[in-house]
């Protein structure tokens, strides 16, 4: 059983303050944090982020992109 994301919850807190999780800012600050975790390697994090993105922004550039590729590699 692989073990609980722990980037889950900075996600979570990050939509759950509605002001910033339907701001540029928030949006910026999801994109940043999936880019640095596939960056350190950790993909499957990354994906969860990149597909809580989607699901608030459905079209935030290159995210349906990143979550298909981030798939295949995993």
Same mark, same amino acid.
């Given at each position: 059983?692989?073990?609980?994301?722990?980037?889950?919850?900075?996600?979570?807190?990050?939509?759950?303050?509605?002001?910033?999780?339907?701001?540029?800012?928030?949006?910026?600050?999801?994109?940043? *944090?999936?880019? #640095?975790?596939?960056?350190?390697?950790?993909?499957?994090? /990354?994906? %969860?982020? !990149?597909? +809580? *993105?989607?699901? #608030?922004?459905?079209?935030?550039?290159?995210?349906?992109? /990143?979550? %298909?590729? !981030?798939? +295949?590699?995993?």
């Amino acid at each position: 059983m692989a073990p609980a994301n722990p980037y889950v919850p900075i996600v979570d807190s990050i939509l759950d303050v509605r002001e910033l999780a339907v701001s540029f800012d928030g949006f910026r600050a999801l994109d940043g *944090l999936a880019q #640095v975790l596939r960056d350190t390697d950790e993909k499957q994090a /990354a994906l %969860e982020v !990149l597909r +809580r *993105l989607h699901e #608030v922004h459905t079209h935030w550039p290159g995210t349906e992109k /990143a979550v %298909e590729e !981030l798939a +295949r590699e995993i």
